[in-house]
């Protein structure tokens, strides 16, 4: 049971590429969100999910897709990098008999 | 939506005293408060947490308590000791299908 794994671990962008953060839970757990996490602001939310094929937006959600084709996948996109997105970004999972965010190790991600 | 106040932002402390970081939420229909804990590099876990049919919840040194009433809940840690020493967040929810608010972290410091 590897719980919640996110690839890659550290990623450099350039200003306007793009790229997809993936996050993958084993744990058959209904939930999955996407979180950002900078300085001084805790997690914010990004995107989430409350089963395959349902996503809504967080708190924080421009210039970030994301879909949920499978209950263990849930790949966050960014169209057009901006350094702006520069963070460390979390992936999190919950069942909906608990409400325990079960996080996954973060992608630290650099936009030049 | 629901908003999070947490404070202080950074606490320094002797190994041995107590730490209190308290938190406060706006929406009343919030019921369940978790706290999590996110050792420098780590993802953040999930240390104790609180609902709202009860007023305080202890496990070892740990304590969370809840004033619905002021819509506020502190976490108490007893005896600190360096490894006590990370952020830690607080967060709201209203259970079920809603993903929970967090707090922006505080930084406990514990000097041996």
């Known amino acids: 049971n590897a719980g919640v794994t996110q690839t890659p671990k550290f990623q450099v962008l350039k200003t306007g590429q793009s790229m997809t953060l993936q996050c993958a839970q084993d744990?058959?757990?209904?939930?999955m969100s996407w979180y950002r996490q900078d300085p001084g602001m805790g997690l914010r939310l990004i995107h989430y999910?409350?089963?395959?094929?349902?996503?809504d937006q967080g708190e924080v959600p421009n210039g970030y897709n994301v879909s949920r084709s499978t209950t263990e996948d849930f790949p966050l996109r960014l169209l057009s990098a901006a350094p702006s997105q520069t963070s460390v970004y979390f992936c999190?999972?919950?069942?909906?008999?608990?409400?325990?965010?079960?996080f996954g190790p973060g992608t630290r991600l650099t936009v030049l | 939506g629901e908003n999070v106040e947490q404070h202080p932002s950074t606490l320094s402390v002797q190994e041995g005293d107590s730490a209190v970081i308290k938190c406060t939420y706006s929406?009343?229909?919030?019921?369940?408060f978790p706290w999590y804990k996110q050792e420098l590099g780590k993802r953040p876990q999930l240390i104790i947490d609180?609902?709202?049919?009860?007023g305080e919840k202890k496990d070892q040194r740990i304590a969370v308590t809840l004033n619905k009433t002021a819509k506020h809940f502190s976490l108490h840690i007893t005896e600190t000791q360096p490894e006590d020493s990370a952020v830690y967040f607080c967060?709201?929810?209203?259970?079920?299908?809603?993903?929970?608010?967090f707090g922006r972290g505080t930084s406990l410091i514990v000097h041996p």
């Open positions: 744990m058959n757990h209904e939930y």
């Open positions: 999910s409350v089963g395959a094929g349902i996503t």
């Open positions: 967060a709201a929810s209203k259970g079920g299908s809603y993903i929970p608010t």
């Open positions: 929406d009343s229909a919030s019921n369940y």
């Open positions: 999190a999972s919950n069942p909906t008999s608990t409400d325990t965010q079960y």
């Open positions: 609180i609902r709202s049919n009860v």
